[in-house]
Every structure is written in structure tokens, then in C-alpha cells.
DNA sequence: ATAATTTGACCGCC
DNA sequence: GGCGGTCAAATTAT
């Protein structure tokens, strides 16, 4: 772990504390009969998408780690295929590289990447819903292939420099699946946030935010919820509960049928989210938090391969929470 | 008017 | 040359 720069780490433990706020949050909710499904469903979707980031940064500085320390934000290691290079460099793309292949002169860079594979409900496009706000820049048909494959990027790649892609296919075997390979993090919480509206910055204030995702109990907590990261959620009803989580057994599958999902209003304020804070706070929360269970055990996202951790013989955690539901945590793999 | 999507062209790699 | 990935002009949506 020593290969996380500090920065990062401080996104980690801010993302899993984050994550186990939001889960404390959650269980105050499905204690209170007012509260509404949707309410849990967009806990639970925070929930996992502050421990999809958090584990993204273990991977990252995994991949760091094969080639170099220090925990630069850009590391320079990737698996041997030329995956995430860009044939045609814009302006954005050229600029990391020509700043991460100083000193190293080993491959250009590493980008986290990861899988998940994600159960949408029939009729859903290729909408599926994150927390980010993403931009499609490209669709191909893929050889091999029954759908076509969507590109998308980061809405804030130009104005924030964030270089997070991700594609989405659909599965040939299971057209409600979709495959969703992310590349990068996302960068574009790290500044302030500019108010489309307004073009100010509004830059979140810790406090502030961790109020909000305290317990407030008379007070509309959805909408703060909301406010903090506003999203629908296109796939998981039943992510309450443990599911066995192998999504192309449809005997374990989640029935379509009561997973009715619009899959609209992305906008999300994730970007608010303290995941990306560099306050240094909350890292007392860590025993506690390793002492507890359930990550990750009731999604049916399924994350899948990570080429880089595996190249440098550290199971990336991913490709086991859809196997058995208990994140290694306790490893001392993963924690110093 | 601005932002997002679509889609054919383009590019580098295998 | 084919393929996957990206660009960017045209189109559509907000």
C-alpha cells in the first residue's frame, strides 16, 4: 500500500468511510417505514459506488506500483495490449502522456480499469446509471458481437481535464446485461465544482456535506440525498438483499419484471460527494470499518477482471464480490 | 443558444 | 487490411 501516494489514500479511507456512513444510513432507513424504496435504492447505489471508487484506487495504486513508486496520479504500467491508448491524440489525451512517460519510459500509462456487469431492466437502452454525468463520443459495432458498443466520456473532460471513459455493451448471452468497462478515475471532482448556471465555483464544504449524509430525522432527507448525488437508479430493486449474484445463471436473476427503472435524470452531484475531499478526516472510522461485513454482498453489479492487479499477482478484489460476499478487508493486503 | 447524441471518417495497432 | 477507438460535423434535444 505503500505504492498509494497519501493523496489517494485519503480518498480511500474518505471513500470507505463515506460508504459506511451511507450504509448506517441505510440501515436507519429500512428501520423507518416512511421511508421510501427509492430513498434505499439511492443509498444503496451510493453505497456502491463509493466502494466501486475506493476499490478503483486500490487497483490504481497497484498499478502504480509495478513500475515505480510515489503514487503519481498516472501511473505508468498497464497490462501488454495497447487498451487504453488513443490512436488519435486530442488535445486532452496528449497532454497526459506527455507528461506520464517522462522518467518512466516504460508504457504510457496506466489507467485504472475495470468491469462491472451491470442488470438492467429490459427495454433500457444502454442507460445505465453511475452517479457520473457521462458524454457519449463514439458507438461501434463489434465484431463478434450482437449489439453495438458505446463510448463515453467524462461531461467534464474539457472543462475539468477528468479523463474517465467507459464503454457499455450489451451482452450477447443476456441482452439485460450490460458490460461496462470504466478507464480512468474521475478527476473532475477534485477542483471545485462549477455551477453550470452560474459558472461559479461552489466549492463543498466538509462539514456541510457530512451533515448530509448524517441521519437527519425530520427533515426530507430524500431530497438531501438527492442533492448529494442525484441519480435513478436504472437496475437494482432487490440490491437489499444478498443475491447470488451471478447474473448470467437466470435462475438467480433479478425478475425483470419488478425492476421497473426509467433511467433518467443523471445529473448527478456526486462531484459534491467528500469521497474526493483531501481533508485528512475520518481516518479514525477505519477499524471500525473493517470490522464490518457486507460490502458489496447485496449489488448485482458484478465486477469483473482486472487485468493489472492480476498481473502483479494481487487479486483485485472485484472479481470476487460477485463470488462470495465477503470483501477481504481484514487482509493486510490491502491495509497497512 | 447551448448541450448532447449520432454517425461516417479517420487513425494506429495487430 | 481489418478492427477497435476516437474525432468531429451534422443532427437532435433541452
Not at 85 to 99: L, M, N
Not at 119 to 132: F, I, R
Not at 182 to 194: D, I, Q, R, V
Not at 331 to 336: G, H, L, V
Amino acid at each position: 500500500m505503500e505504492n498509494i501516494s497519501d493523496f489517494d489514500m485519503k480518498n480511500l479511507f474518505n471513500g470507505l468511510t463515506e460508504g459506511r456512513e451511507l450504509a448506517k444510513q441505510l440501515q436507519i432507513h429500512l428501520n423507518v417505514s416512511s421511508s421510501s424504496h427509492k430513498t434505499r435504492e439511492v443509498l444503496v447505489e451510493k453505497i456502491l459506488n463509493s466502494y466501486d471508487q475506493a476499490l478503483s484506487i486500490l487497483n490504481y495504486g497497484v498499478a502504480c506500483a509495478e513500475t515505480q513508486q510515489g503514487g503519481l496520479r498516472i501511473g505508468t504500467s498497464d497490462s501488454p495490449r495497447s487498451n487504453n491508448e488513443s490512436p488519435r491524440s486530442d488535445g486532452s489525451d496528449h497532454e497526459f502522456k506527455d507528461q506520464d512517460t517522462k522518467e518512466g519510459s516504460k508504457k504510457r500509462k496506466a489507467m485504472p480499469r475495470w468491469t462491472q456487469k451491470v442488470q438492467v431492466a429490459p427495454g433500457t437502452g444502454e442507460a445505465h446509471v453511475d452517479g457520473y454525468s457521462w458524454r457519449k463520443y463514439g458507438q461501434k459495432d463489434i465484431l463478434g458481437a450482437t449489439y453495438s458498443r458505446g463510448y463515453y466520456r467524462c461531461t467534464h473532460r474539457h472543462s475539468r481535464g477528468c479523463l474517465a471513459t467507459k464503454q457499455v455493451q450489451r451482452s450477447d448471452d443476456d441482452p439485460t446485461i450490460l458490460e461496462v468497462a470504466y478507464k480512468g478515475m474521475h478527476t473532475c471532482s477534485l477542483g471545485a465544482k462549477k455551477d453550470p448556471k452560474t459558472g461559479m465555483d461552489q466549492e463543498p464544504n466538509i462539514a456541510e456535506k457530512h451533515q448530509q449524509i448524517l441521519p437527519q430525522p425530520h427533515q426530507n432527507q430524500p431530497e438531501l440525498l438527492l442533492d448529494f448525488q442525484t441519480k435513478d437508479l436504472d437496475t437494482k430493486n432487490e440490491t437489499l438483499q444478498p443475491l447470488n449474484n451471478n447474473p448470467s445463471s437466470s435462475s438467480s436473476r433479478i425478475n425483470p419484471e419488478n425492476d421497473v427503472f426509467s433511467a433518467e435524470m443523471m445529473d448527478t452531484d456526486i462531484y459534491s460527494s467528500s469521497f474526493m475531499s483531501t481533508e485528512p478526516n475520518y481516518l479514525t472510522f477505519l477499524p471500525s470499518l473493517l470490522m464490518n461485513g457486507d460490502y458489496g454482498s447485496s449489488s448485482n453489479i458484478v465486477h469483473t477482471s482486472e487485468s493489472d492487479a492480476q498481473t502483479v499477482g494481487i487479486d483485485y478484489p472485484f472479481g470476487q464480490l460477485d463470488l462470495d460476499s465477503n470483501f477481504p478487508f481484514d487482509n493486510p493486503t490491502y491495509f497497512p
